[in-house]
């Protein structure tokens, strides 16, 4: 007999190009959404990213302007020479309209020590002599910038050391870049870099007692005092450097600024009063006198008892951004952020 063997039919039928359509489509429908979706939040990580990045650095600028800030003043403890009720000068601002402020905080490196001899003399001489017994050294005015004054602190001048010899009987010879030869104790930015001594002492109304002066007497016990200062500022690249009475290259606080500006509280008359009080506001106009509008204290740095510091900073343009982005504060493509710090110099704050 013929044996039959029984056969197998296999179905091989798969997708129909219809089907291959649809799902093509589908996933891009799906894959499109979620690109859209991840560059839209890689968009907002990145601009969030940029935003941290610049709070932080204009954190950590005014958290080293507050660090110097608080020790503006420091050391003017007068033991030898005088009881002064108010340390003599420890901050100076230069307030440039529509451009960057600078600001410079000061302190005392040495005791008060008497000066020498039995004559006044002119500090337009650029020399001078400490009297012996004050328990210090040349070496102690190697550099930065020294501070005379009158016995009872209301008349000074600063000066910018060149050096300090030892002397006989263990004075001590002192070097420094004259102030203005009319005799008034003014002087040049180059040879003041705080710019204390630029401007002479305007009488106000009511009128500050007299700080500036040119003329101080050994027998009078008027003293001298070593003095170091920290400077900020903010260059033509926009960056915020730390510059200090030491000398070499400034240190970068912070890049990308687009403002920097003080303002400053004092501690002196209102207008009709007799009496002296902390003014409520903070001025912008350091050379605006009391009676102006808005008031300010006329180049008076003796009178600042307190600092506003504000400064505003941008990201890279276009680096967090894009390329169409415009702020609203001055049309960049650039990201802003403001922050201000209040500041009270531990060493200023008497008599409020």
Sequence with gaps: MKSIRPTRRCSTRGFTLIELMVAMTIFLIIGGAAMTLFRQHANLFTTQQGEVGLNMNLRNALQQIQTD?????????????????NTPIGVTITN???????????QATTPAAPLAGTVCFPTSSGSATIAAGSGLTAAQFAGGMVMFSNYTGTQLTLATLKGATAGAGGTINLSYYPTSSTGNGTNTIANDPTGFTLTPTIVTNPPQPQVISGTFCPQNNDFVVGLSWVQYSVDASNRLNRATSAGGAPDVVADNILGFKVGAATYQSAAGLGTLTSTSFYSFNASNQQTATPPGYNNQFTLIRSIRVSLIGRTPPGQFTGQNFRNSFDGGQYRIQALSLVINPRNLSMND
């Design 69 to 85: 800030g608080v020790q503006a003043g420091n050391g003017f403890f007068i033991g030898g020479a005088t009881n002064i009720a």
């Design 96 to 106: 440039n309209a529509g451009s960057f402020d600078v600001l410079t905080l000061i």
